[in-house]
């Protein structure tokens, strides 16, 4: 009964941030990472049913964002270009690369979001060294690594790899100081969820566009990074020991991560976003008859108010209309911001696509079936938690066991088709 619990709880955290991360495809870049970040963390609270979890719930959110937006800053399109090929070894670099990137998401996502988790009075997480540490963490080492030894992953793109990797040394130097062992696991498991589903989503597009079948099939890695970085995140989470923390939320504490959450991310998504020439380009390419910059204002306008509309709602509800210096949130009230933030994101998406207009982006209505599965299943599923500990030897068994799967990926992704377009070389 217990296996099934846990099962169906890594399914809804994989669906979450699957569709969060999806969706993030059409923003890009750490905005867009953030958003879907902090609905990935959500969904554990939301499958956690713990009173003391739903207490920091918002913290826990905006944790989970700034760690997973903080790979967005890595460049990997080329990378992606490098498991299109056909010389194995430029294939294999390309699946192994993109693990690494995926992994630096998920190491760091996780990372901050089991912090948060285990942060309490007695053993407070220490956040401006911690910050301070990562900070210098990726300099050094981006210095150490591009500048000094060459250690170029995708020239000649951005090699912003090589800073989150220093922060990611940086954050597990703290925890083992500080012997945060669970939030160590989250991140591992994260990190191997994520970096799986990045090489395995790209294996599926290569798959996708070799089969012919007119589908968005980047969209689909895209999704396969993120439901494997969320049931990573969440199988890291309910398999570790976490102590009770206090049930009541501080107001003061609160107002910070809701303005975070819903006003600073989704603006920032929106200014680097709804720009008229790619709204224009994207209406005149499916048709060119219609009054382009007319849905273009349109579109700009009612995706600004929207944020303006989350943002005053959710500031009333959880800050302004509580008189006492702590609450005590209720399920409901996570579950209500959960579902309001996730299909926001999915109206940016059908807004940023204009897929009210036509239906040539189908998987934009898979999202909306997404969330009305998540609707259905969420309340539905509490996990149950077990300690597991820490067990490096295995977790080293299961790197080898991910990277042996990457060279048999790579085998049958060569044996499939001849040069795709967008194939790249990283090796002569």
């Known amino acids: 009964m217990n296996n099934r619990q846990l099962l169906y709880a890594l399914l809804i955290a994989g669906i979450s941030l699957g569709t969060a991360w ?46 997973w937006g903080i790979g967005g800053i ?43 988790l285990a942060s309490s009075r007695e053993k ?92 968005n099939f980047w969209n689909v890695m895209e999704y396969s990074i993120g439901f494997f970085g969320g049931a990573g995140m969440a199988y890291g989470t309910f398999t570790s020991e976490w102590e009770t923390t206090d049930t009541q939320a501080s107001r003061s504490r609160l107002l910070a991560p809701i303005i975070i959450l819903t006003l600073v991310i989704p603006f920032f998504v929106w200014d680097q976003s709804f720009k008229t020439e790619r709204l224009v380009e994207t209406i005149r390419s499916f048709d060119p008859l219609a009054d382009a910059a007319g849905v273009t204002t349109y579109v700009q306008w009612v995706a600004l108010l929207l944020v303006l509309a989350l943002a005053g709602y959710t ?58 599965v998540l609707g259905i299943l969420v309340k539905k599923t509490q996990a149950s938690f077990s300690d597991r500990g820490l067990n490096i030897s295995r977790w080293a068994v299961n790197f080898i066991f991910i990277v042996a799967i990457f060279a048999i990926l790579t085998a049958v992704a060569i044996s499939t088709h001849g040069e795709l377009n967008g194939a790249n070389r990283r090796f002569e």
């Open 315 to 372: 500031l009333f509800k959880y800050y302004i209309q509580v008189k006492t210096p702590f609450r005590e949130l209720q399920y409901e009230d996570i579950q209500r911001f959960f579902f309001l933030n996730l299909g926001l994101y999915t109206i940016y998406s059908i807004l940023i696509t204009c897929a009210f207009m036509s239906l040539y982006r189908i998987e934009q209505y898979l999202y909306i079936l997404n969330l009305a």
């Open 22 to 67: 999806a969706i993030r495809g059409q923003f890009g870049h750490e905005q867009g990472a953030a958003w879907a970040g902090g609905i990935g963390g959500l969904s554990i609270v939301l499958i956690a049913k713990r009173k003391d979890w739903y207490a920091k719930a918002f913290q826990l959110a905006l944790a989970s964002a700034a760690g």
């Open 74 to 116: 890595i460049s990997y399109g080329i990378v992606v270009g490098y498991a299109r090929g056909l010389e194995f070894g430029n294939v294999y670099y390309g699946f192994l690369m993109l693990g690494i990137i995926g992994g630096l998401f998920g190491l760091i996502g996780g990372g901050l979001f089991g912090l948060t």
């Open 124 to 215: 407070p997480v220490q956040w401006p060294q911690l910050i301070t540490e990562m900070t210098a963490g990726a300099i050094l080492f981006y210095y150490l690594l591009i500048e000094q030894l060459g250690w170029l992953m995708t020239p000649p793109r951005s090699e912003a790899w090589a800073a989150c990797f220093g922060m990611t040394v940086a954050l597990f130097w703290y925890m083992i100081r500080h012997k945060q062992r669970s939030a160590m696991r989250l991140a591992v498991f994260a990190g191997l969820g994520g970096g799986f589903g990045f090489a395995f989503g790209n294996f599926l597009q290569v798959m996708g566009n070799v089969s012919g079948i007119h589908f």
